[in-house]
């Protein structure tokens, strides 16, 4: 039996995030410049994206850039933002090919305007389709997704447009990036780094953490499939005890 056959099907996560880790490591192993690493990464991109849409995942989120990944050296900064470009023109295709939905949350209008304007026309290429939803989190960070939403919150408040009391956990779902996304049930860590570093912290509540030591280039779809399969056989209870759930 394959690893793949393992999978139950009608157990899948409904949301995945992935935070793809390791591509500096995985460059320097070989004797290379951290950009190799980061190339390399976009095929472990392309091998997830395909198996996701393959098992029938229906909420992938990718962690591709975050708000601190500016402070990298310019000439990383300028290297990640024109592999962007070139991925999203070449993965084009696939996206059409297996019906998937791209999106991109984060804080999008610091991105380079040549970037910002293949990702709209991509995510505007692809809006209807409907088997899977691509989410790039793209200048991302997690706290500042908070502060804009509290701050939203307030406005709406003061201007009497909601109630105070009206305030509830669903009002602060509908004011982050991922307002049309489910809560995550599976978050994977690659390069052996046990962080969440700034990601979705509100939507992991009560995902299930997995860690691997594998480098994120070295990523492929049977290491997915062990992910998944080591997600499929944990308890989730919830809050609740073993019993109330069996
Ligand atoms: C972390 O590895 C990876 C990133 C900061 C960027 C992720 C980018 C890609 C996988 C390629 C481009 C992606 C898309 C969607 C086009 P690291 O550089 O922090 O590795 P290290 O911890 O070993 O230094």
Redesign the pocket.
């Known amino acids: 039996m394959s690893l793949e056959d393992k999978i139950q099907k009608d157990f899948l996560p409904k949301h995945l995030a992935v935070i793809?880790?390791?591509?500096?490591?995985?460059a320097?192993q070989k004797g290379k410049l951290?950009v190799f690493?980061?190339e390399n990464?976009?095929k472990?991109?392309r091998q997830t994206v395909e198996a996701c849409a393959e098992l029938g995942i229906e909420n992938l989120t990718?962690y591709?850039?975050?708000t601190e990944?500016w402070n990298r050296p310019k000439l990383e900064v300028d290297a990640?933002m024109k592999?962007?470009v070139s991925?999203?023109r070449k993965e084009l295709n696939l996206l059409q090919e297996n019906n998937i939905r791209l999106q991109a949350i984060g804080a999008l209008d610091s991105l380079p305007k040549k970037a910002k304007k293949e990702l709209f026309e991509v995510i505007e290429k692809t809006k209807d389709n409907a088997r899977m939803t691509l989410t790039?989190a793209l200048s991302y960070g997690s706290r500042e997704e908070l502060k804009n939403a509290v701050k939203e919150i307030c406005y709406k408040v003061k201007n009497n447009i909601i109630s105070l009391e009206s305030i509830d956990e669903s009002i602060i779902n509908e004011h982050l990036y991922t307002q049309n996304l489910p809560d995550v049930d599976l978050l994977i860590r690659t390069?052996g780094?046990h962080r969440i570093s700034n990601f979705l912290l509100w939507q992991i509540a009560y995902a299930e953490l997995y860690f691997t030591n594998v480098?994120?280039p070295d990523f492929s779809k049977e290491h997915l499939y062990e992910a998944l399969i080591n997600y499929q056989n944990r308890e989730r209870r919830f809050g609740k005890t073993s019993e109330q759930i069996n």
Request: charged share 15%; glycine share 14%.
């Open positions: 793809m880790d390791g591509n500096g490591r995985w320097k951290r690493g980061h990464g976009t472990a991109v990718l591709a850039f975050s990944n990640l592999l962007l991925s999203l790039l390069s780094e480098l994120w």
